[in-house]
């Protein structure tokens, strides 16, 4: 059982998650339903969740307030939002999970399933990462979080070659060699890694850092070898959009 608080400062959206949450995940029992960020704060110190469903947008204290009142975060967190470009891509950034308004339920189902099989909290400095990330928006970052079986690591982006699908995971392949299982899909990997203009996605398996490519060889996709020596394939649909960029 997933012992869970609803942090949101409108009544229908945390009737409408409360109700999604019964039919589609019967594992988790909310032990309140909270309408502001003090009320919430309250409430987590009350409660010891282990998950906690949490508002960005809220007034007098908004969800990334609330988190700046603890110094080390024990519980798992789904942000839920309406769309805000700086806010998603901080989250992406920092490798955390969120759920855009109106909440679907497959997305829903699939977040609470990472909360049941992750083997870590999110470590402090994602959530450090999260806070300086948003209050500079403009900031270039250099570093992606990416969660591993044993954690997370902090990757900076132009160490990355290439990044390869394996279903629900993804390989990252480093400048020294190294080869880190993200617990990430790949398109997941992409949309973090969207601030970063240098990499493309150039197959449904793959994702490259356009600085690492050695070579295009011709073909009817074709292929491009890397700097380390190893071989892309370029899917055919997506050839003419990678070719326009060399």
């Known amino acids: ?141 250099s570093k992606i979080a990416v969660p591993t079986s044993e954690g997370f690591e902090l990757i900076p982006a132009d160490q990355l070659i290439r990044c390869e699908a394996d279903d629900n995971y993804t390989y990252l392949f480093l400048k020294n060699k190294t080869k880190i299982i993200a617990c990430r899909t790949l398109k997941e990997v992409e949309e973090q890694l969207d601030g970063f203009p240098s990499f493309i996605r150039v197959h449904h398996s793959y994702l490259v850092n356009l600085n690492e490519v050695s070579k295009y060889i011709r073909g009817e996709g074709g292929y491009l070898v890397m700097s380390d020596g190893s071989t892309v394939n370029v899917s055919r649909s997506r050839k003419e959009a990678l070719l326009k960029l060399f």
């Open 1 to 141: 059982m997933i012992k869970a608080i609803l942090i949101d400062d409108e009544v229908h959206c945390l009737d409408t998650l409360s109700m999604l949450l019964s039919d589609y995940c019967p594992e988790v029992k909310v032990m309140e339903r909270c309408i502001s960020g003090k009320q919430g704060l309250i409430s987590i110190r009350n409660h010891n969740p282990s998950l906690v469903f949490l508002d960005i947008e809220m007034p007098t204290m908004n969800g990334f307030e609330l988190l700046e009142q603890f110094t080390s975060i024990p519980f798992s967190i789904i942000f839920t939002t309406s769309y805000d470009q700086y806010a998603i891509k901080a989250i992406r950034f920092s490798a955390l999970d969120y759920l855009l308004k109106p909440i679907d339920p497959k997305e829903l189902t699939a977040a609470v399933h990472k909360v049941e099989i992750q083997k870590h909290l999110p470590s402090a400095e994602q959530f450090q990462m999260l806070i300086d990330q948003i209050q500079q928006p403009k900031k270039n970052f």
